[in-house]
């Protein structure tokens, strides 16, 4: 494979958009506000439309509660991971990829406040 042939395409996606708030907030124990209502079948099925539409081959998401907040928004064509040591500043972040087009390994999120540091390894599937 030529490097000069190369193209990634990369975005991001904070999953607080996934949520409606409500007036008073009271955080969970871990931290996690539940001032988050779900947002509606339709509103998910927008979200993974724009989402599609984007067709990132890679997807960084912040904000995320768990690994199945991830998946619930994405096709069954990718993967994640989602580093799980979320705490009270920091909420879990995700790392996802279409399974069809590479193999991600060696993953490492470092976060050292602001900012936040992602490395990892990426082996291009043939064709």
């Known amino acids: 494979m030529n490097a000069e042939n190369f193209k990634l395409k990369i975005a991001s996606y ?7 708030t409500k007036r008073e907030e009271i955080k969970d124990e871990n931290g996690f506000s539940s001032r ?12 993974r439309e ?3 539409q984007i067709d990132a081959d890679i ?12 998946l619930n928004i994405l096709s069954e064509n990718y ?3 989602v580093d799980k040591r979320s705490t009270q500043s ?9 399974k069809n ?4 390994s060696n993953i490492q999120i470092h976060k050292a406040d602001i900012p936040l540091f992602l490395k990892l390894s990426i082996i291009k599937r043939d064709s």
Do not use: M, V
């Open 90 to 98: 920091h909420r879990e972040i995700g790392i996802c990829w279409k």
């Open 59 to 70: 997807l960084a998401i912040q904000n995320l509660r768990n690994e199945a907040e991830a």
């Open 79 to 81: 993967s994640c991971f």
């Open 14 to 20: 904070d999953t607080l958009t996934l949520y409606l």
């Open 101 to 104: 087009k590479f193999s991600i």
């Open 36 to 47: 988050r209502i779900p947002r509606s079948d339709l509103d998910f099925q927008k979200i």
């Open 50 to 52: 724009h989402l599609l």
